[in-house]
């Protein structure tokens, strides 16, 4: 196997949107960040958890009086990176 290296020349870069796409990668990790430490939106996601425990205690209490052998399900927590991806 050859060991030789290969490079873009420069119209190679402007052709493929090179400096583009990483403008645009660079943009979205920005927003990503400050989404994160925005503090309503931790707000909302943990409001979201709660309401998610609550209804799901809910189904659990229901599932037991139906079928005592019943396993009550509790689901995981919803964090920012499952919206954002």
Do not use: C, Q
Not at 22 to 47: F, G, M, Q
């Amino acid at each position: 196997m050859s060991k030789k290296k290969s490079y873009m020349d420069s119209t190679s870069i402007l052709s493929e949107n090179l400096l583009k796409k990483l403008r645009d990668k660079i943009a979205h990790k920005l927003a990503v960040r400050s989404i994160k430490k925005d503090k309503n939106v931790k707000k909302e996601i943990n409001d979201l958890n709660k309401e998610l425990e609550n209804l799901w205690s809910d189904i659990n209490k229901i599932g037991k009086d139906i079928d005592p052998n019943h396993k009550s399900y509790t689901p995981k927590k919803v964090t920012i990176d499952d919206f954002i991806g």
